[in-house]
């Protein structure tokens, strides 16, 4: 058998898988109440941290309640709408809570919020991209997020 065919079956059986970036699992980031209430407070070690440790990474957060929303018209947001979500927890033995700004753009998904009930039991799981500004009241929102579905958790 000719050395070079040898050699090109060598490099495709030792080459890495070829991924494409639509096909690659990015793992989620854990975003805990605690650090949201930290970051809220200006209580977090620093801010260049926050930035290292989420700024533009994925997450799942579960909200409890859809508290408010506005259908954003003009600027970056236009067409989406910014909700603002109620997640709940324990911080230091406190029940506690954090109002989380949440852009989406899917119609069907923006029109399934918009209809939650107040108080209702279901839990509100979504994914988004974390992003940080410190020089805001709410200084974490999460963009360009959708509802997790059962068969994705």
């Known amino acids: 058998m000719p050395r070079h065919l040898l050699l090109l079956g ?10 494409h970036a639509q096909d ?4 989620a980031v854990v975003l805990n109440l605690v650090d949201m209430v930290a ?5 977090f070690r620093t801010s260049a941290q ?3 440790r989420w700024e533009g990474k994925p997450t799942d957060l579960t909200a409890t309640a859809v508290v408010c929303y506005r259908d954003v018209t003009e600027g970056g947001y236009a067409g989406q709408t910014l ?4 997640i709940e927890g324990e911080v230091d033995g406190n029940s506690t809570s954090y109002l ?15 209809g939650w ?3 209702a039991k279901k839990p509100i799981i979504f994914r988004g991209t974390i992003h940080l500004d ?20």
Do not use: C, W
């Open 24 to 27: 690659r699992q990015v793992r």
């Open 50 to 52: 926050a930035r290292m």
């Open 134 to 153: 410190a020089d805001v009241h709410l200084p974490i929102r999460i963009e360009n997020a959708s509802l997790v579905k059962k068969e994705q958790r």
């Open 10 to 19: 060598a490099i495709f059986l030792l080459a890495p898988p070829i991924v």
């Open 117 to 119: 009930k107040f108080g």
């Open 39 to 43: 970051l809220k407070n200006k209580t």
């Open 83 to 86: 909700f603002g979500l109620k």
């Open 100 to 114: 989380m700004p949440v852009y989406i753009k899917d119609p069907k998904e923006i029109a399934a919020l918009k």
